[in-house]
């Protein structure tokens, strides 16, 4: 008898019981949850309290380099974008966004990069017109007319100053030109790539590419920005400037070098702060002798900044601040 309601209490407790134990376990969560956030802040260089401190080192996601245009920079890993890439190595990300036919009409239609636009983009680089500039009657596909193709440039510029935050990061835009046609190359590609059926008449001339590199040249000015002739920079470097190309239109390998260092010295004209000074003794983009002001190290110290027997202190808030420099050798 007196077993009985005993029993049934114990029954009823039952559901208490399973409450408590979901309280116990969401409540351990909590504590290795914020264990774990405060590890994960110290590795990456900051605390629970001081994420926004202008004294942080180490940030969450590394700067990045968008480079928007048609095939010239869809092909840019065979040259002029790993150039571009091997400069900032550590610093900042390259992303290249070409699209091989493109015009600026099409490029236009292109959906926003979701990944791009939370203030990650330390620069972009804007170079089109090759197709803009095709001929009217021989290039329908391509051709874009002058005050067509300059509007377009605006709305892109507008686009990259709102939608990835360029305004707000100094207004970081470089425009480059269309570069230059070698008519002889195109005859000869024409031939190769459809035998009989080449027409033998040019769909892009240098003269009709000349008018669009002016009116790129005047977006530049009118939109206050950095402007890379490579048009008028290929032809000034002598009569061989056909070296640069291997169809009359797309880069060879000398022209990939060409336009990886010519893009490179616009920058650091146009953008000191993004200049990246190689180690003076190695030569090399990106080591603890290396620097650059607007876009440091990013990630982790360098080797020899590391305690081998104590790394965590190099990895530690603040811990990079003042490098060590070497002892004067006697």
Not at 26 to 52: E, P, Q, R, Y
Not at 167 to 185: A, C, D, K, M, W
Not at 241 to 262: I, M, P, Q, T
Not at 308 to 329: G, H, L, T
Request: hydrophobic content about 35%.
């Amino acid at each position: 008898i007196t077993r009985i309601p005993m029993i049934a209490e114990a029954e009823n407790l039952k559901p208490c019981r399973h409450l408590l134990l979901r309280l116990i376990v969401i409540l351990l969560s909590t504590v290795l949850s914020t264990t774990n956030h405060n590890k994960t802040a110290a590795i990456m260089g900051t605390t629970a309290n001081d994420s926004a401190s202008s004294e942080i080192i180490m940030t969450t996601s590394r700067a990045k380099i968008l480079l928007q245009g048609d095939s010239l920079t869809q092909l840019c890993w065979e040259g002029w974008g790993a150039h571009l890439a091997n400069v900032y190595q550590r610093r900042a990300d390259v992303v290249a966004r070409g699209y091989g036919g493109y015009n600026t009409r099409m490029y236009l239609r292109l959906p926003f990069d979701p990944t791009l636009t939370n203030g990650d983009v330390a620069l972009a680089v804007l170079f089109l017109g090759a197709n803009d500039s095709g001929l009217p009657e021989l290039a329908a596909h391509h051709h874009v007319p002058i005050p067509e193709y300059k509007a377009n440039l605006k709305i892109l510029i507008e686009r990259l100053r709102d939608q990835y935050k360029l305004r707000q990061n100094n207004n970081h835009i470089l425009l480059i030109s269309p570069t230059p046609v070698h008519h002889e190359q195109r005859f000869k590609y024409q031939k190769v790539r459809y035998g009989d059926k080449a027409t033998g008449v040019l769909e892009r001339t240098l003269e009709n590419t000349q008018k669009y590199v002016i009116a790129c040249q005047e977006v530049a000015k009118e939109e206050d920005l950095p402007f890379l002739n490579l048009y008028q920079t290929m032809l000034d470097d002598g009569d061989d400037w056909g070296r640069f190309l291997n169809d009359g239109l797309h880069f060879s390998a000398a022209g990939h070098e060409f336009v990886g260092k010519a893009v490179v010295k616009a920058i650091n004209e146009a953008f000191p702060e993004l200049a990246v000074i190689a180690d003076s003794k190695t030569g090399q983009w990106c080591n603890s002798g290396s620097t650059c002001t607007g876009l440091p190290n990013h990630g982790g110290p360098f080797h020899d900044e590391i305690d081998n027997d104590d790394p965590d202190k190099a990895f530690q808030p603040r811990a990079r601040n003042k490098r060590k420099e070497p002892a004067a050798s006697s």
